[in-house]
């Protein structure tokens, strides 16, 4: 009998919705560390051998890192950039962190939008036409303005998001911030109206 009454006060205690065991929370965290950990290692990757084509005497070899970089970035970056931003989602839906509790996650959703935004729309466009113009004028291409942007530009892109991701580890481990006062702005906002 004792185990009936103390069930139905947990229930009410408890937050409707879907909630991860402690367990399952691990598994998932795991997850969305591992594919930002790939996301940062690929990124690194590629920013060395992008520095690496100014060195090159080989169009054929000019051609190759290029390839390469692409091949990265569409099959390994892509992917895990992907992943990290479902399971951060996950983790924001499943757990007391939310999506807009703690000054912390939010940070971490602007920055992780921002990233995925800024390697779709221009990091990627720039690592398909080095790696084109590297394949039609290999070693020519070190003299071909667009190449040279396109390269800088990825040094410069591809800096940014390892510093950010760099930045992103760090609050995620941290949990600088604290919380949101929602309930004092809610109060405000009604005492104002």
Not at 43 to 72: P, Q, T
Not at 77 to 87: G, K, Q, R, S
Not at 171 to 188: E, H, V, Y
Request: charged share 15%; aromatic share 12%; glycine share 6%.
């Amino acid at each position: 009998m004792t185990n009936q009454s103390v069930l139905p006060k947990e229930k009410k205690s408890q937050k409707p919705g879907i909630r991860l065991t402690g367990n399952q929370k691990s598994w998932l965290i795991s997850a969305h560390v591992i594919s930002g950990a790939i996301w940062f290692g690929t990124v690194l990757s590629m920013l060395i051998m992008v520095i690496n084509n100014f060195n090159r005497n080989n169009g054929d070899e000019l051609y190759a890192i290029n390839s390469i970089v692409k091949l990265l970035d569409d099959w390994v970056v892509i992917p895990a950039a992907n992943i990290t931003l479902l399971t951060g989602a996950l983790l924001c839906w499943l757990t007391i962190w939310g999506f807009f509790k703690f000054y912390w996650v939010i940070t971490k959703w602007i920055l992780t939008s921002i990233l995925i935004t800024s390697g779709t729309f221009w990091l990627g466009p720039w690592t398909n036409a080095m790696t084109a113009i590297s394949d039609t004028e290999r070693l020519q291409a070190l003299s071909n303005p667009l190449f040279m942007f396109d390269a800088k530009a990825i040094v410069i892109g591809a800096s940014i998001q390892i510093v950010s991701l760099i930045f992103i580890f760090i609050i995620s481990f941290l949990k600088p911030w604290g919380r949101r006062d929602i309930k004092a702005q809610n109060n405000t906002k009604v005492s104002t109206t």
